[in-house]
């Protein structure tokens, strides 16, 4: 058990629907750090904030959204989703504002139908 | 942007072998990870290693950072060990996180 913890473990949704992944980092970590796993594109970092603010930017689209809470939870939102969206989102989250060692929650699997 | 090759990208195993997975990438990084993600699609950072050389029990790592790769040894490979291992590494110059395409590691008894 890496302590990072995302609900919910499955998803399914229809075409167009918006859906919110949660992600509960390490007791004390500051940085999050969010993914997307899919068998066309691999492994692709999303985005990353750091004590609640954004602090990189990777392959994340338009449509998703993200923010991390004075709590240092952090929420994806994924809006018109499509097909292509399906995919294992994970979240990861490091003490410090640069990557030491990243610790990685267990995933949320989201199929769109 | 950066590119990072993986290789191989499938490897097969009888147990008690051992194996080298390398990692190249195409510019300078600040930090390197290499990580397994099991079967059941769990991600677990094995190392932290943006130069040198680190060990952890039958594991081992080295990352020459001025050649641009870094190598992961599995020593007396079991069952346990089969999945994927990917490196990740983060970009000079930015903080983008970019993975490999990842080794597929199966183990046989």
């Known amino acids: 058990d890496s302590g990072v913890t995302q609900t919910p473990k499955h998803l399914i949704t229809a075409t167009g629907q918006r859906v919110t992944l949660r992600c509960s980092p390490r007791s004390g970590d500051l940085s999050v750090y969010w993914y997307q796993q899919s068998l066309d594109q691999g492994l692709q970092f999303l985005i990353q904030?750091?004590?609640?603010?954004?602090?990189a930017k990777g392959n994340i689209l338009e449509r998703f959204s993200a923010q991390q809470f004075p709590d240092l939870h952090s929420e994806l939102n994924l809006s018109s989703l499509e097909l292509g969206d399906s995919a294992l989102y994970f979240c990861?989250?490091?003490?410090?504002?640069?990557?030491?060692?990243?610790?990685f929650g267990p995933g949320t699997r989201l199929t769109v139908l | 942007g950066i590119q990072v090759e993986q290789s191989p990208p499938d490897l097969i195993l009888q147990e008690g072998a051992n194996s080298t997975l390398r990692c190249n990438f195409s510019d300078s990084v600040n930090n390197l990870q290499w990580f397994h993600q099991n079967p059941w699609g769990q991600l677990i950072n094995l190392f932290y290693i943006p130069s040198g050389t680190k060990q952890n029990g039958r594991l081992s790592a080295t990352t020459v950072a001025t050649e641009r790769y870094s190598l992961l040894y599995i020593s007396s490979s079991q069952t346990t060990d089969s999945g994927v291992y990917f490196c990740e590494i983060t970009q000079g110059g930015s903080e983008k996180l970019v993975f490999g395409k990842g080794t597929k590691l199966t183990v046989n008894p």
């Open positions: 990861a989250s490091s003490p410090r504002l640069a990557v030491y060692t990243q610790y």
């Open positions: 904030y750091y004590n609640g603010e954004e602090r």
